[in-house]
């Protein structure tokens, strides 16, 4: 018996983006703890782990009152990011998550409950979106969705919106820029190339509040040295 044309053509492509994220996959470090500034000067701190196929992510955030923590944890497989749990911390209680179960996540706020979609494509949170665009030097899987751990986004469309020297320390660091069309709002990203792509900024919309992270210090690989951009 012949096999489906469709079904044969689904797999080709999917080999290929898999193919091509592979061949194009910048190494991740093993360790990372990234500093920010936020809005109106409020300190957060991203920490990536990497252990074999493995990965943790864990994002605080120290707005006035509170403070808010994201989880996400995953593996990692031929260059692409699977996450298995993200949570929404805040003010050390579980405001909202999502589970990712192959290919259906359950999410929403806890307050509200849960629902479940089937995805035909990897799903992700945003922390994980940002590591997974480093990997693949800006490119995405086909089919990838995003979720805040309220509402499950499709992705409309994602460029690079430029190259440009970035401040950092006491020098300058080379970013590359992206916009990440989720659907009616935007999430933008910059990657600092001449260090494993680590997210140099990340800038978003969540329940009504604008959050613009941007990097103030970095610790890459557990050598207790920070990051020293090249002197101009």
Do not use: C
Request: a positive charge.
């Amino acid at each position: 018996m012949k096999g489906d044309p469709m079904n044969t053509t689904k797999a080709t492509a999917l080999l290929l983006t898999v193919f091509s994220l592979s061949a194009a996959a910048s190494e991740l470090p093993h360790s990372a703890v990234l500093k920010y500034s936020g809005s109106y000067g409020i300190p957060a701190v991203m920490t990536f782990t990497r252990n074999g196929n493995s990965y943790k992510i864990v994002s605080s955030i120290k707005v006035p009152l509170y403070k808010i923590r994201f989880e996400s944890a995953g593996t990692i497989s031929d260059g692409i990011l699977y996450p298995s749990y993200y949570k929404d911390i805040r003010g050390g209680k579980l405001y909202a998550e999502a589970k990712f179960n192959g290919h259906s996540v359950t999410y929403g706020r806890i307050k509200e409950g849960e629902e479940t979609e089937t995805v035909s494509g990897p799903a992700m949170d945003l922390f994980t979106l940002a590591w997974q665009l480093a990997a693949g030097d800006g490119k995405l899987p086909a089919g990838t969705r995003i979720t805040n751990g309220k509402k499950l986004y499709r992705i409309n469309s994602i460029n690079k919106t430029g190259s440009s020297k970035y401040k950092f320390g006491k020098g300058y660091i080379d970013i590359d820029k992206y916009r990440v069309r989720r659907g009616d709002s935007t999430v933008g990203y910059a990657f600092a190339t001449a260090f494993d792509n680590i997210p140099a900024q990340i800038s978003y919309t969540d329940d009504g509040k604008t959050y613009n992270l941007r990097l103030t210090g970095a610790t890459i690989d557990g050598n207790g040295k920070p990051v020293q951009p090249q002197q101009p």
